[in-house]
């Protein structure tokens, strides 16, 4: 950069003052700024996360010794269905969303979305889907108190949820829910993809985006394709419900098939939505932490955008068991084994880029190295469940739930962890704290191998999945002892990772602009960030931006 | 490393002007491409269910060709048209113009859709419970038609702020937005035509 030059932006130093409480309240109930709506996306997904724990510790205590009763077999049934859909729906989406609000203006140098009332109007929408799911409990009921908070599973397979055997209100409380979630993240996901189309700030060519953008904008594109699908299948579900139509009703020649296709072909994709941003979170700590720009940036973004579209073509491997026919289960045996070839390229790229690297352990590093192996095993145990005829022996068994947990919780939650330990220090102007941090760590990754490693056992001994409890010398016992305690030792790390989040923000380490020396453009900023990200809009020649400004003498974009 | 300012690098030599595309044209695109998911199983579970139905009214019996309707839904896509590239040209009667005959076309293919929902449940006792036909038909036209109605709503008010002389030539490129909007569900019927009365009959 020869005749280059650096301004410098006014530090801000944000004087507070103590105001009332009502109109700090009317704030943040208000505000249409980006990292206050991801902020607020973010604590709300917490507190359901902590709910959807809850519910997975009662399950575990109710199966970890035979022939229990401590809850009964209504109340398990609601445990799961609420389970599963609070997890996907208002923890997943949620916080990724949050995470993807707060930082892709901030990495593209924009000063807020596209559509920042629409930001808000998406948030609120998601938010209120949340509380009808929980408002179930009481409003459920029905005209004869027949329901109460929905029990169908959270894929809700016809004609289970027909009225005759779903009475009360508990499976429309779960429509709705969902249908407003889905209008909330097609609202996000347009939000994101505009934004990241139309407002980067000068040189931020699309080659140049950090890859955390990438895959913000790969995960919006799937939740346009895939999200819709189940919007368009809940309203059916609704018209069945309360207009009286034959969709899924198996008696006047509906197909109860054509639900469980509608669903995979949402809920199939929902996991590359969900997995995606945790990728692009493992894509910007990795490097910063390893000292080196990231291995193959243009491959990572090839096998992004692959996966992205691959994953619409995989539904059907959740259906196996229904007898689709040669062709039907060829044709989704080879479409899931291909897309873990793109997979694949990022794991290699992952280790090319920690490979001579000067690795630095500090606890966002530690999540993503645990992140690497943990998603390499539920990798493998995918692809062998992706083999027809093994799926048959396995479907709907512990072996397919430990499966997928160690994709939602070995993957995507544990570079979750990683995510909120590096960016605290941007959104709060704190750093955590590294011991508290590490408790966290190892309580968490001893919990959760002891959880889901010795899950896959009592699977491959044939227990099915949302069974309410079974009898004694099946072999089962030990086992499912073992998860259970696994779950007490994840419960004690999360614990440490909350009581870490509220201590650090009173009494953390000042953290300053850029603790880590990174070099996307979010640490260009002060921590945390004015209202408008940038007193002077930043401009970029490499993907690297802080890199050129700390080493003027060996700047990236010679390279790229 | 602790920095008390922040620096953010400014490149002398900046490439060819930065132009990005217009928010609102992206904006408007993910939405269609959202929506066209929507209508592709709506079009998926219509076409599964063709002949599945148990019992009678068949498409056969009770469906017209609803000709008057698609002629005048699908040249307002013209008349829309006229009214962008007239607000282009600062041409604001020309605007106004196009966009009345916008909203009368798309207030005529309503009112057509309308005389055969009421001939098909008077005449003929077809209603959304009666069969998969039923089921299917009615969501399918009802979920096309109901886009119609917030098309003409929209259109409507744009009307309202054009008559009232609020339009100007720099609102050309909310109502090209507007109108890909509506051409979209112009297309959506050519698709829903020939599942549901073509291919369906």
């Excluded at chain 2, 219509?46 to 005048?72: M, N, R, W």
Aim: proline content about 5%; glycine content about 10%.
């Amino acid at each position: 950069m020869a005749n280059g030059t650096v301004l410098e932006a006014v530090d801000q130093t944000l004087e507070v003052k103590r105001r009332p409480p009502l109109d700090v309240v009317y704030e943040w109930v208000s505000t249409v700024d980006h990292k206050k709506i991801g902020l607020m996306y973010i604590v709300y997904a917490l507190i359901f996360l902590v709910i959807g724990g809850l519910e997975a510790v009662v399950m575990r205590i109710q199966l970890a010794v035979p022939n229990n009763h401590f809850v009964s077999p209504q109340v398990f049934n609601r445990l799961f269905t609420m389970h599963g859909t609070t997890m996907v729906f208002f923890v997943g989406m949620p916080i990724l969303f949050g995470f993807g609000n707060y930082l892709v203006p901030l990495m593209i140098g924009a000063r807020d979305m596209a559509f920042p009332r629409l930001n808000a109007f998406s948030f609120w929408i998601s938010a209120f889907g949340g509380f009808l799911l929980y408002f179930s409990y009481l409003g459920g009921d029905g005209l004869y108190g027949m329901g109460s908070a929905p029990d169908v599973g959270w894929f809700a397979y016809a004609p289970l949820t027909a009225k005759v055997f779903s009475p009360g209100h508990s499976t429309d409380y779960w429509t709705l829910a969902i249908l407003l979630s889905g209008i909330g993240s097609t609202g996000t996901a347009l939000n994101i993809v505009t934004t990241t189309i139309c407002m980067r700030c000068k040189g931020m060519k699309l080659s140049r985006m950090p890859l955390f953008v990438w895959l913000m904008v790969v995960a919006s594109g799937i939740v346009f394709v895939a999200v819709s699908p189940l919007t368009a299948a809940q309203i059916m579900l609704t018209i069945d419900r309360y207009l009286g139509g034959h969709f899924f009703d198996t008696q006047a020649g509906g197909s109860a098939v054509l639900w469980m296709h509608f669903f995979w072909i949402f809920g199939h994709p929902e996991v590359y939505i969900l997995v995606l941003p945790a990728f692009g979170f493992v894509n910007e700590i990795i490097p910063v932490f390893s000292r080196k720009a990231v291995f193959g940036y243009p491959a990572m973004v090839a096998a992004s955008v692959g996966i992205g579209f691959i994953s619409l073509s995989v539904w059907a491997h959740h259906m196996f068991t229904v007898g689709m026919g040669p062709a039907g289960n060829t044709f989704f045996v080879f479409a899931t084994m291909v897309i873990s070839v793109p997979t694949g390229i990022k794991i290699f790229n992952w280790l090319a880029t920690l490979w001579g690297g000067k690795i630095i352990f500090k606890v966002p590093m530690m999540f993503c190295i645990a992140f690497l192996f943990q998603f390499l095993v539920a990798g493998l145990t995918g692809i062998m469940l992706s083999a027809a005829p093994f799926n048959w022996q396995l479907s709907a068994s512990y072996f397919v739930v430990a499966h997928f947990h160690y994709v939602l919780v070995g993957a995507i939650v544990t570079a979750l962890f990683g995510a909120f330990y590096y960016w605290y220090p941007k959104v709060t102007g704190r750093m955590m704290s590294e011991s508290l941090g590490k408790w966290h760590f190892w309580l968490f990754i001893i919990g959760f191998h002891l959880t889901f490693d010795f899950m896959h056992v009592p699977g491959l001994l044939g227990m099915p999945r949302r069974i309410y409890t079974y009898e004694a010398g099946r072999g089962w016992e030990w086992w499912n002892l073992i998860v259970g305690i696994g779950a007490l030792f994840q419960v004690a790390g999360i614990l440490c990772f909350v009581y870490n989040l509220v201590r650090s923000y009173f009494r953390g380490e000042i953290a300053g602009h850029d603790p880590w020396d990174a070099w996307t453009l979010e640490w260009a900023t002060p921590s945390p960030p004015p209202a408008y990200n940038f007193a002077v809009e930043p401009t970029v020649s490499s993907r690297r931006p802080l890199w050129d400004l700390k080493h003027p003498e060996d700047q990236d974009f010679n390279y790229e | 490393m602790m920095q008390t300012t922040s620096t953010i690098p400014i490149d002398a030599q900046v490439e060819p002007p930065w132009k990005l595309p217009s928010r609102g044209i992206v904006g408007m695109m993910c939405l269609i491409l959202a929506e066209s998911a929507i209508f592709l199983i709506f079009v998926v579970a219509y076409i599964y269910y063709i002949g599945k139905s148990l019992s009678g009214p068949l498409p056969a019996q009770v469906l017209d060709l609803p000709i008057l309707g698609t002629i005048c839904l699908l040249s307002s896509s013209f008349t829309v048209h006229h009214a962008v590239s007239a607000l282009r040209k600062n041409n604001i009667g020309g605007c106004t113009l196009g966009l009345a005959g916008t909203v009368l076309l798309g207030a005529i293919f309503l009112m057509t859709t309308a005389r055969e929902w009421y001939h098909l449940i008077h005449d003929f006792g077809l209603t959304i419970r009666t069969n998969l036909f039923g089921t299917t038909f009615y969501s399918l036209v009802g979920l096309h038609a109901t886009h119609v109605v917030i098309g003409v709503t929209m259109l409507t008010a744009a009307l309202a702020l054009s008559l009232s002389g609020r339009v100007k030539e720099k609102h050309a490129e909310r109502l090209e937005v507007l109108s890909l909007y509506w051409h979209f569900v112009d297309g959506v019927w050519v698709v829903v035509f020939l599942v549901v009365y073509v291919l369906g009959r």
